[in-house]
């Protein structure tokens, strides 16, 4: 199977991602004169595309190949509520959903594992789950 994960998103936020992985638009021409990086060409027109298109929005999708996927009614909870509430930890998750922490926790680890979701360190420690696209897609 094929899951494509799908983020919309608009030219402003896309370069405030270039800005933070090169620092300048000055900097990625440096740098793609001295690899000659297709990738790195590639964020560079797009950058200077939306430059001077700020507002139009963007779909990218990154696509994962999976043997097999399956999601219960409380893994579509969760990712609903991760989309629409942005808890700050798992904790706070499984508060949301009404669900104990280590059933929430275990469900949380299996969709990082399929890379549903990612997780950042919060505060004192606590883990927060991300969920960074708007849809998905899969293809049999």
Known sequence: MIMTLIKEESGK??????EKNYGSIEELEKLHKRTNNAL???????????????DEKIKRGETKF??????????????????????????????????DISTTHSKVKKMTNQGLLSIKEGNKNSKVPILNYDKIEISV
């Open 13 to 18: 936020n896309f370069i405030k991602e270039m």
């Open 40 to 54: 790195m060409y590639v964020d560079l027109e797009n950058w200077k595309y939306f430059l001077k298109h700020p």
């Open 66 to 99: 999976i043997n097999k996927i399956s999601l219960s009614d409380i893994e579509m909870e969760i990712l609903n509520t991760i989309k629409h509430k942005h808890p700050q930890s798992i904790k706070q998750l499984a508060k949301l959903i009404n669900k």
